[in-house]
């Protein structure tokens, strides 16, 4: 299961998708809101994405990782909209008969949504400036 949210993402809720009897192993990852970026302070961050193309993309990615790694079950939760400095905004849960599998296969989950699914992220820095970080077609719609 690949979703994006505009609601608070409940980790344990998370957590139950990917039980299973036959799994001895299981890895999460979580992605917070911090309170700084690049030695700048940080006030809050906006995810936009484009939601039909990014769920597609973020299946895809799971069925990848289900193919290249033996796990069974395989979710990815992202946030969208504002969310305050501790907030979560990306959860991935793995399951796995074994330990292994389910670590390399909430890596390849995590870093293979940061770099393909249509998300993208704005930061509200404490100056009062705010930026898109890692959005060409961000930068170039803002100067068109």
């Given at each position: 299961m690949f979703a994006l949210t505009a609601q608070p993402i409940d980790p344990e809720a998370i957590r139950k998708r990917v039980l299973d009897p036959a799994a001895g192993g299981f890895c999460s990852?979580?992605?917070?809101?911090r309170n700084h970026h690049q030695g700048r302070s940080v006030d809050r961050l906006e995810y936009e994405a484009y939601?039909?193309?990014?769920?597609?993309?973020?299946?895809?990615?799971?069925?990848?990782?289900?193919e290249r790694f033996d796990i069974h079950h395989a979710v990815c939760v992202h946030r969208t909209?504002?969310?305050?400095?501790?907030?979560?905004a990306v959860a991935v849960c793995v399951s796995a008969s074994h330990r292994d599998a389910a670590f390399d296969a909430c890596r390849y989950i995590?870093?293979?949504?940061?770099?393909?699914?249509?998300?993208?992220?704005?930061?509200?820095?404490?100056?009062?400036?705010?930026?898109?970080?890692?959005?060409?077609?961000?930068?170039t719609h803002h100067h068109h």
């Open positions: 990852f979580e992605g917070w809101v939601p039909a193309l990014a769920e597609k993309e973020g299946l895809r990615i799971l069925a990848e990782a289900s909209g504002t969310i305050e400095i501790g907030g979560l995590i870093d293979e949504v940061k770099a393909r699914v249509p998300i993208w992220k704005k930061e509200y820095f404490s100056d009062g400036e705010a930026g898109w970080v890692r959005c060409d077609h961000c930068a």
